[in-house]
């Protein structure tokens, strides 16, 4: 282990250990979103001559007949439409037969096994954003009409062509990511295991989904089970996975209390693997920190970050230099934010308006209105909630008359005031008779 990691071991035994006794109930909430990779076509990616030779096995009446509402599969023409749409990759005829109105002119059986030629055919080619709207239409449907899912994963690999590992992974990673969407954790976590069973891998980056997604729905269990399992049999988790479980401990989650030695060991584990931490890792952390109510250790980690040239930013410096005003110690929140200048960060507008605020709740207006000059030498323009503290600073201070001017002077000058603004010199009045 080089001298620098074990520093940062040591530095984050002794943060855990003056933290353990402050934590605090917080509730989680997390934004996701489905991050889709670039389209890529490769025409060499399967033998196009044997899946159609199954679009005609699957779709061919001579074979099956009539579907079970009785149409006959060549005079509603489903196979002409499969066979046109595996050629061309013709999406909009793709997206003009949905895959509700196939299983009403041809009967489910018949449907999935169009769906599937055409699912692979977008997999083939590497078209991932359309495989996922594919099998959405396909697991939106089972979903409605209450049908079992367990099977469709085997159903949608269910190829004689024997498909090559990475279309059927494309697929994987689209029933992961579906399901996980629709809040269906057991099955996407049913198609991660299967997938293991057939020797193909989902990506780690339909993992983070999956993961992300079963924090923002408080299942506890799996978002545990599902990192140890990565960590264990793969895929291996990524800097983003490390963060994602970061984030997990450090805002906590429903019900639940920070867990800042949890967050230590994510930490620890990321330095052990070689796996670096980026600047929004140490963010986290740092904020986390914070929420903890572990003010002072956070400040030591920031300066112990910096010593070591580590990656930081004004939101790390943010988050302490918050802690600081919510402690009531200004000295040291002035402190740090020159100490952030210095060290080249420019503040942004949440650096001014946590120190502003600061200021104003401790009775400082002065300094509070040269810090607003001081923004606007550095040409970073006050939001509306950094007067907001100003008015109400003034207001209880007995000087609604002179937060009346600042107001009237910033609507003047094209701000937008609103309703908070208004109650706060209303409130001021109020107060004064």
């Given at each position: 282990m080089s001298s620098a990691a074990y520093s940062l071991k040591s530095a984050l035994i002794s943060v855990v250990a003056s933290c353990e006794k402050s934590l605090f109930k917080v509730h989680y909430s997390a934004v996701s979103a489905c991050m889709l990779e670039d389209h890529v076509f490769d025409s060499s990616a399967v033998d196009k001559g044997k899946i159609v030779g199954e679009a005609l096995r699957c779709c061919?009446?001579?074979?099956?007949?009539?579907?079970?509402?009785?149409?006959?599969?060549?005079?509603?023409?489903?196979?002409?439409?499969?066979?046109?749409?595996?050629?061309?990759?013709?999406?909009?005829?793709?997206?003009?037969?949905?895959?509700?109105?196939?299983?009403?002119?041809?009967?489910?059986?018949?449907?999935?096994?169009?769906?599937r030629v055409i699912v692979h055919a977008f997999a083939?080619?590497?078209?991932?954003?359309?495989?996922?709207?594919?099998?959405?239409?396909?697991?939106?449907y089972y979903k409605k009409v209450n049908l079992d899912v367990p099977d469709l994963f085997s159903t949608l690999l269910d190829l004689p062509a024997d498909p090559h590992a990475g279309i059927s992974s494309s697929i994987i990673n689209a029933l992961i990511k579906v399901f996980a969407e629709n809040k269906m954790f057991e099955n996407a976590l049913d198609v991660f295991v299967q997938a293991k069973k057939f020797g193909l891998e989902p990506t780690i980056l339909s993992c983070n989904f999956l993961l992300k997604c079963c924090i923002e729905a408080n299942q506890v269990e799996f978002v545990r089970s599902l990192f140890e399992e990565l960590k264990d049999f793969g895929p291996s988790p990524n800097v983003y996975t490390y963060t994602i479980m970061m984030d997990y401990y450090c805002k906590g989650h429903l019900g639940q209390n920070i867990d800042?030695?949890?967050?230590?060991?994510?930490l620890e584990e990321m330095e052990k693997t070689g796996r670096s931490p980026t600047v929004v890792t140490y963010s986290v952390y740092i904020h986390g920190l914070c929420r903890a109510g572990c003010v002072d250790s956070a400040s030591k980690l920031l300066e112990f970050l910096r010593t070591e040239n580590k990656p930081l930013n004004c939101y790390c410096y943010n988050a302490v230099i918050h802690g600081f005003c919510q402690k009531g110690d200004l000295f040291e929140a002035l402190r740090l934010f020159e100490d952030m200048k210095n060290n080249g960060i420019s503040p942004d507008i949440y650096s001014y308006s946590i120190l502003i605020d600061g200021f104003c709740k401790n009775g400082d207006v002065k300094y509070a209105i040269d810090l607003i000059e001081k923004m606007d030498d550095c040409d970073v323009k006050p939001s509306l909630v950094t007067y907001s503290s100003l008015f109400n600073s003034l207001c209880?201070?007995?000087?609604?008359?002179?937060?009346?001017?600042?107001f009237r002077k910033l609507g003047a000058s094209g701000y937008k005031l609103d309703v908070i603004s208004y109650n706060i010199l209303m409130n001021g009045f109020l107060l004064q008779g």
């Open positions: 061919n009446p001579k074979e099956h007949g009539k579907s079970k509402i009785g149409r006959n599969t060549r005079k509603s023409g489903l196979f002409p439409i499969v066979a046109t749409i595996f050629k061309t990759l013709n999406w909009e005829l793709a997206t003009d037969k949905r895959f509700f109105r196939i299983v009403s002119d041809h009967g489910l059986s018949h449907s999935i096994n169009a769906f083939s080619a590497g078209l991932q954003m359309e495989v996922h709207f594919l099998i959405r239409e396909i697991i939106s800042i030695k949890e967050a230590s060991k994510v209880k201070s007995g000087q609604t008359d002179d937060s009346l001017d600042v």
